[in-house]
């Protein structure tokens, strides 16, 4: 298998006390560039552990992620942090933006962090971030701290957050279940446009079925495994 993000035979065991639940059942994924990927499947049956482990957010029991070709769980965590700051994109369902930052500063955070081994301006970190705020229509609100965002302002912000380091693909969870009909089709259409015109490639984890309409690549998480739609 070959892409930019491979999963190989994942297993996730929980053991709380003497409960053990096999969420995850070997899921094997292999998602190439500018591939948009929806995993589709009902509450609890494990999408947000499986998208966890694919973002190097959880380990899991058993099996590997390689991200271009780099095994993410055999490095060190030191690497693996590197990894998952510089090549991967979060968007959770309620934002996670920072309240005491605006909105420009969330989206330049990821930057900022991984600044800290190199030698980008802070002025260009800047120009970035208003760039991307400009892409999901947000220039206008580039000083508005979270709290002063409608829900799909904020979701918008939180999807030019994630691109802000270009990773090489953006992992979604939920990321339309905190936004009414209008919204969520203003993210489905933002993502689209990023992903035909930068190539962006998306893994997005919903339990709601209007996905599929829009998003052609569907699977089912079911028992474990993924299954096609
Ligand atoms: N840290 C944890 N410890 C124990 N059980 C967990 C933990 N996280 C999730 N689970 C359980 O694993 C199952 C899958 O959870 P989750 O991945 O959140 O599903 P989904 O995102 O599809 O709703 C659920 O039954 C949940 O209760
Ligand atoms: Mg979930």
Redesign the pocket.
């Given at each position: 298998m070959n892409g930019i993000l491979v999963a190989k035979n994942i297993h996730r065991v929980?053991?709380?006390g003497k409960?053990r639940?096999h969420?995850l059942k070997g899921v094997d994924i292999s998602l190439n560039s500018s591939e948009i990927l929806v995993i589709s499947?009902?509450?609890?049956?494990?999408?947000?552990?499986?998208?966890?482990i694919l973002g190097a957010l959880d380990k899991p029991t058993k099996g590997e992620v390689l991200l271009d070709g780099t095994s993410v769980y055999k490095a060190d965590d030191t690497t693996c942090s590197k990894i998952r700051n510089e090549r991967i994109g979060f968007v959770f369902q309620f934002y996670h933006l920072l309240a005491e930052f605006n909105t420009l500063e969330n989206v330049m955070m990821p930057g900022l962090i991984s600044r800290q081994s190199s030698v980008v301006s802070r002025q260009l970190l800047e120009e970035n971030a208003k760039q991307l705020l400009d892409k999901v229509g947000l220039s206008a609100r580039i000083s508005h701290k979270p709290s002063e965002l409608s829900g799909g302002e904020a979701q918008r912000a939180a999807v030019a957050r994630a691109l802000m380091n270009r990773p090489d693909v953006v992992l979604c969870?939920?990321p339309t279940g905190n936004l009414d009909h209008k919204n969520s089709i203003a993210i489905f259409e933002l993502i689209k446009e990023l992903n035909s015109k930068e190539g962006t490639s998306f893994i997005i984890?919903t339990?709601e079925h209007e996905y599929a309409k829009f998003f052609g690549n569907v699977k089912h998480?079911e028992d474990g495994k993924l299954k096609a739609a």
């Amino acid at each position: 298998m070959n892409g930019i993000l491979v999963a190989k035979n994942i297993h996730r065991v929980y053991q709380d006390g003497k409960r053990r639940l096999h969420v995850l059942k070997g899921v094997d994924i292999s998602l190439n560039s500018s591939e948009i990927l929806v995993i589709s499947g009902p509450s609890g049956s494990g999408k947000s552990t499986l998208l966890h482990i694919l973002g190097a957010l959880d380990k899991p029991t058993k099996g590997e992620v390689l991200l271009d070709g780099t095994s993410v769980y055999k490095a060190d965590d030191t690497t693996c942090s590197k990894i998952r700051n510089e090549r991967i994109g979060f968007v959770f369902q309620f934002y996670h933006l920072l309240a005491e930052f605006n909105t420009l500063e969330n989206v330049m955070m990821p930057g900022l962090i991984s600044r800290q081994s190199s030698v980008v301006s802070r002025q260009l970190l800047e120009e970035n971030a208003k760039q991307l705020l400009d892409k999901v229509g947000l220039s206008a609100r580039i000083s508005h701290k979270p709290s002063e965002l409608s829900g799909g302002e904020a979701q918008r912000a939180a999807v030019a957050r994630a691109l802000m380091n270009r990773p090489d693909v953006v992992l979604c969870d939920e990321p339309t279940g905190n936004l009414d009909h209008k919204n969520s089709i203003a993210i489905f259409e933002l993502i689209k446009e990023l992903n035909s015109k930068e190539g962006t490639s998306f893994i997005i984890v919903t339990h709601e079925h209007e996905y599929a309409k829009f998003f052609g690549n569907v699977k089912h998480l079911e028992d474990g495994k993924l299954k096609a739609a």
